[in-house]
């Protein structure tokens, strides 16, 4: 039986990565294809803006949220959306930083489609998005599903920019990171070897997938003929 100080912040990371998984699966193929098949001005600027996440500080992506979504700003003023410190701000915090990770892996794979190809398919009388959703994205699909799966890893394991933008309310928005802390905080560390224990559990299953996806795509190399021996 899973105590409630296990089902609570288990509960709310599984919904908040659901949630992210979306955003990134959106945005991330979206920025990706854009980035691998568009030459527009400034293209290196959008992508070293999408992947800043990776280098800054979780507080600082954190706090930019904050201030985007808080008081004064458009979203929150001209939309009337107030997210701040609910689970919804939590998977946005969380899609945010794990957004690198699809972007990129998306972008390969895209990329290294064969154009000719997709030109077969146009010759055939495909629109543009046919080819994209008969050609182009079954061909990359399993690059796009590394990234996915690696970006909604690194969604549920985020902490700084969450804390920042959802607090860590207990059955609202506290997930496992948020609850480890916590734990630790208070001296619970039986709580937090548990958590700690399902979490690395988790990463170590989407790695484990990853891995396998990567070694299952590796042409295999056919073996040499074998000579025969010269009379």
Do not use: C, H
């Amino acid at each position: 039986m899973i105590s409630d100080a296990i089902w609570q912040p288990l509960r709310l990371s599984l919904q908040v990565t659901a949630l992210a998984t979306l955003l990134l699966f959106l945005a991330g193929l979206v920025l990706g294809v854009l980035l691998a098949r568009v030459r527009f001005p400034g293209r290196i600027i959008v992508e070293t803006v999408v992947l800043l996440p990776l280098v800054l500080p979780p507080s600082v992506v954190g706090y930019y949220l904050l201030v985007g979504l808080g008081r004064g700003s458009p979203i929150k003023d001209w939309l009337g959306l107030d997210i701040l410190f609910t689970w919804q701000a939590a998977a946005l915090a969380s899609a945010l930083v794990g957004l690198p990770l699809m972007v990129q892996a998306t972008r390969a794979a895209i990329a290294g489609v064969n154009p000719s190809l997709e030109s077969a398919a146009r010759t055939l009388g495909s629109s543009e998005m046919g080819v994209f959703f008969r050609v182009t994205l079954p061909l990359a699909r399993r690059g796009v599903l590394v990234g996915l799966v690696l970006g909604a890893a690194r969604a549920m394991g985020e902490f700084g920019a969450t804390l920042m933008v959802a607090g860590s309310i207990p059955g609202r928005t506290q997930t496992l990171p948020l609850a480890i802390y916590d734990a630790v905080l208070v001296q619970d560390y039986a709580l937090a070897n548990q958590l700690v224990l399902l979490v690395t559990s988790l990463a170590f299953l989407g790695l484990w997938w990853v891995r396998r996806q990567e070694e299952n795509g590796k042409p295999r190399r056919r073996p040499e003929p074998r000579k025969e021996p010269e009379p």
